[in-house]
Every structure is written in structure tokens, then in C-alpha cells.
């Protein structure tokens, strides 16, 4: 299946350039498309990609592929709108957007939203194992804690290729296109605190969220939300389970924490699911599942195969098979309703201004 990425940094430089080459029997990347010429010029010349383009408009009306991958930073609402109206499919790395009125906009069309760890092994075992249990009834909590050093700690070894030939005022107005969004989620008046809780949570606590809807199905109500320490900071929020039991996310940005660890456990009354991930720009590292039954035995689980590398097959089962996706457009909505919950939750438990879609 011939493809087409927009966005060529970090992610797409560290996860999918190896991924796509060794995957060659499902993928032909035919085109690439980032601001910097630099970047488009570096994927490109490693995926052996002859087309390179700044302009996402220009890609899309030049064509020669079948389906497009967005992984660009930012709200992927428009370039998906805009490659959804000229016929391609997409998958399209989380968040899909910053605001409802993005999701709503969207035409008709194929489209996949990636959370690769509802595609990891680990993951899967546990919903057939909690299938086994009875399902979200047995559930009596979800337990999610977050350890997460700063980017760049965690992407060392992958020897970037970093920008450095995109216009300062290009990315200043890149800047106020999202902070309009951010104001039309949460209002003009919501305070830099309120927005950076909802950055941190459609940008990383969201891959939580996903393995709630996995697991049980979103959370029709968020019970409280505290934030502390220099921004991002530390996290936390809980609440019902829309079937039964509660969850509770704990996140911590810790710059110079010494790797990345997190950690889900589903614990219901005849024991517990534990799920510990590594960091996502390792490849190929097992997330470990340790399975707590009767007679306090415990078994270990792990499985080498990447989740990256499934959620891409999947994209391809997708398009040329019609396998749904486990997050289509519907479930990526219900993650940017739940951050807005979130922040609206925290906005009404400090006194602070909330407004706009999440109000």
C-alpha cells in the first residue's frame, strides 16, 4: 500500500522510519510533507521517498499514494479534514484534535486514530483475561501511575535530525492557531494552568484514557483533579467507571527521572491485572503483565512484538480489508470530551474561569 506522512520529527524519525523499513511487505512511503525541507529531506532519503513537500496542500493534490499517515505535533484536526476530503484514508497519531468542533467538521472517510497500546500484546492478554473475569462488572479499580522523564532524555539514542530552516514567524503562527483552539476548548479566560492540565492530558495522559475504553469504556464523570509542582508537573485525577468500580490517573513529569515507567493495574476480587510499559521510542521492549490470581500466585507475561508495529498492520488490514479500527473517530472524540472534563473539573474545584466548548 503505497503512503504518505506529514510530519517528519521526532517520533516519526525514532518510530516509524525503522518501522516502515522493515515493514516494506505492507508499505511503500511514497511521499513525505513537514515544514522543514530538512526534515522531509531526511525521512525521505531513509524511507527511499522521491516526493518531498512543505506544503500539505501540494502533497494531497500531487498524490501517488493511497492512504496518509499524520504524524505532525500539534492539533491534527485540519490535516486530517483536509485528507479526508480528498480521499484518502488515514491514520492519524493521538490526539485527533483539540476541540469537538474539529472532530465535527470532519467529512466521511477511513480513519484510524493510533494509541499503540491498546494494539500491545500485554494489553490485549489482559482484555481477554478481564473478559474471562466477567468484563468491566468485575472490575472493582483501575490504578494508573505515570513516571515520565523529559522528552529528550528518552530519545538520546535515536540521533535526530533536527530542524533548523522553518521561519520564525511560520511558527509563531502555528502558536496562535493552537492557542485559539486550546481557547475555543476551554474559553478565552482559562488560566495557563488550566490549559497546560489539558495539553498534559490530551498529549499523554490520553494513551490512560484509551486503555480505559479498552478496559471498561470512558468515564462519564471526573470526580476531582489536582495539579502540583512546576508546570507540567504532577497530575492527578479520579472517578467513577462507567460500569463499576473507580479509577485514578497519577502523572509526574520528572526531568530527570532515570527512565520512563508506567504502570496500569486493574484489580478486581479475585485478584489483579498489572501492566508495566516501558518507554514508547523503544523498540521492541515487552511491556510486562503480571497476573495476581488465587493463592497469591503471580505469572509474568511478556511478548516482544511492538506495538507500533501492530497498530501500523492494523492500518493496513484497515484499508485494504475493512478490519475497524479499535479507536475510530467516535473514541478519539470521547478522549477530547474526557480532557475537557477534566480541565472543567479542576476549573470548578480552584475557583478558576472555564468557558467555551467545555463549560
Avoid at 511521499?31 to 502533497?59: E, I, K, N, P, Q
Avoid at 484510524?112 to 466477567?134: F, I, N, S, T, W
Avoid at 485478584?271 to 510499559?277: N, P
Wanted: one cysteine or more; glycine letters at 10%.
Amino acid at each position: 500500500m503505497k503512503i504518505a506522512l506529514i510530519g517528519c520529527g521526532a517520533v516519526t524519525q525514532a518510530v516509524y522510519v525503522p518501522l516502515l523499513s522493515r515493514r516494506r511487505d505492507l508499505f511503500e512511503v511514497t511521499a513525505v510533507c513537514d515544514l522543514s525541507r530538512a526534515l522531509a529531506d531526511a525521512v525521505g532519503d531513509r524511507l527511499g521517498a522521491a516526493a518531498r513537500f512543505t506544503s500539505l496542500d501540494a502533497m494531497l493534490a500531487a498524490g501517488g499514494f493511497e492512504a496518509v499517515v499524520v504524524l505532525a505535533s500539534g492539533s491534527h484536526g485540519e490535516a486530517v479534514r483536509r485528507a479526508l476530503a480528498a480521499g484518502y484514508a488515514v491514520l492519524c497519531e493521538k490526539p485527533l484534535a483539540l476541540t469537538r468542533a474539529e472532530v465535527a467538521a470532519l467529512p466521511e472517510g477511513r480513519l484510524m486514530v493510533g494509541y499503540m497500546k491498546q494494539y500491545d500484546p500485554a494489553v490485549r492478554r489482559a482484555v481477554a483475561l478481564l473478559g474471562e473475569l466477567g468484563g468491566p462488572e468485575a472490575i472493582r479499580s483501575v490504578e494508573v501511575t505515570v513516571l515520565h522523564p523529559s522528552g529528550e532524555s528518552q530519545l538520546a539514542f535515536a540521533n535526530l535530525v533536527r530542524a533548523a530552516d522553518v521561519e520564525p514567524g511560520t511558527l509563531t503562527a502555528l502558536r496562535a492557531e493552537e492557542d485559539a483552539l486550546v481557547s475555543r476548548a476551554l474559553g478565552e479566560e482559562a488560566t495557563e494552568r488550566v490549559r497546560a492540565l489539558y495539553g498534559v492530558t490530551l498529549g499523554s495522559i490520553c494513551h490512560d484514557f484509551s486503555l480505559l475504553r479498552r478496559f471498561t469504556g470512558s468515564p462519564a464523570e471526573i470526580s476531582y483533579v489536582e495539579t502540583w509542582g512546576e508546570s507540567p508537573g504532577s497530575v492527578e485525577i479520579s472517578g467513577p467507571l462507567p460500569v463499576a468500580g473507580r479509577f485514578s490517573v497519577r502523572w509526574h513529569y520528572l526531568e530527570d527521572y532515570p527512565a520512563y515507567r508506567e504502570t496500569v493495574a486493574v484489580h478486581h476480587d479475585r485478584g489483579s491485572l498489572e501492566l508495566v510499559f516501558p518507554s514508547p521510542y523503544l523498540m521492541n521492549a515487552p511491556t510486562l503483565l503480571t497476573v495476581v490470581s488465587g493463592g497469591e500466585a503471580r505469572t509474568e507475561w511478556r511478548d516482544v512484538t511492538e506495538a507500533f508495529e501492530v497498530q501500523l498492520a492494523a492500518f493496513h488490514a484497515y484499508v485494504t480489508r475493512g478490519e475497524p479500527p479499535l479507536t475510530g473517530v467516535e473514541g478519539a472524540l470521547e478522549d477530547v470530551v474526557t480532557a475537557q472534563r477534566v480541565a472543567a473539573r479542576y476549573a470548578v474545584l480552584h475557583g478558576l474561569p472555564i468557558g467555551g466548548e467545555a463549560a
